[in-house]
């Protein structure tokens, strides 16, 4: 979502107040950092979306 709407990690840190390094780390497979429901909250007032946009449909398997 942050890519299809053309948004920087950098901008999108800034707008959910957190630091550029965390959301590169969340965007890493090679990195443990996750976001939790508070910073998918923040996320999806950037968006203007639900917060429930991020969760997929059915279990990850």
Known sequence: MRISSGL???ALSQKIGMSSSFV???ESS???AK???NHLNEIAKVFAC???DFWPDT???
């Open 24 to 26: 590169s780390h969340v």
């Open 8 to 10: 920087s990690q950098m």
């Open 59 to 61: 279990p990850i398997l």
């Open 50 to 52: 639900s917060p429930k």
């Open 35 to 37: 976001y939790n429901i």
């Open 30 to 32: 090679k990195r443990r």
